[in-house]
């Protein structure tokens, strides 16, 4: 798949929203689908088979979150959220259900561009099973559990190991704190998120990772994490 000629179904009950959606995306090469509700959405869905999904949480016929649901058990399709600056429970709750990014209302064209390249690019790696990844000095290959930075390799504890596995097999995608507690720790640390936040700040020393400004393991606030992967 082409990211340039990808198929965009917008899920929005804005006209004015859809209007500067379909304009900005047709500007960059995007085929552009349309629904003003939920039920129309799933019609889409089904019809015309996107390779992306913006989807409006607030729509009036059917709940944004359970909506998430429904796409998820019918295709597995990236799904970048559009949410207001203050949704900060939507946000988690969409990322928990399987929505792989979120932009934030206000947005700019430059990051939602960018938002939708990095979960078209995302989808296409999870599809081809990547087992290496790279970004500038730091190689991680999953297949022998060897991590290097700058071609010195790096001695992790298994915990930190696992966290930057998680993290590096999901690049791109905002992970939250719920997710990454349950992967890496179990149920019993879910609600632990001092405990995560120390094992992040412990693999940023590790990578070189300036924990003043990350370049690599980046912060989503209130949210959780996602690694960079630009190179």
């Not at 928990?96 to 979120?102: I, N, P, R, S, T």
């Not at 790096?154 to 939250?176: F, N």
């Not at 020393?205 to 912060?219: E, N, R, V």
């Amino acid at each position: 798949m082409i990211a340039d000629a990808a198929t965009v179904l917008v899920i929005d009950d804005e006209p004015a929203i859809r209007r500067f959606l379909r304009t900005t995306l047709t500007a960059n090469d995007y085929k552009v689908v349309e629904a003003e509700n939920g039920a129309k959405g799933l019609s889409a869905l089904a019809h015309h088979r996107p390779d992306i999904i913006i989807l409006d949480l607030g729509l009036p016929d059917i709940d944004g979150l359970d909506l998430i649901s429904r796409i998820r058990h019918i295709r597995a399709v990236p799904i970048v959220v559009l949410s207001s600056r203050d949704d900060e429970q939507g946000k988690v709750k969409a990322l928990d259900l399987g929505a792989d990014d979120f932009v934030t209302k206000p947005f700019g064209i430059d990051e939602l561009m960018a938002r939708l390249r990095t979960a078209l690019r995302h989808h296409v790696h999870e599809q081809g099973g990547r087992s290496v990844f790279e970004n500038g000095g730091l190689r991680v290959d999953l297949e022998r559990r060897v991590v290097s930075l700058n071609k010195i390799e790096l001695r992790l504890s298994p915990k930190e190991y696992d966290l930057l596995a998680e993290l590096v097999t999901h690049a791109g995608k905002v992970l939250t704190h719920t997710h990454l507690l349950k992967r890496i720790w179990g149920s019993m640390a879910e609600s632990d998120v001092q405990y995560l936040r120390v094992y992040i700040r412990q693999l940023r020393q590790k990578l070189g990772d300036d924990a003043a400004d990350p370049k690599l393991i980046l912060t989503e606030p209130g949210v959780g994490y996602r690694l960079s992967d630009k190179s």
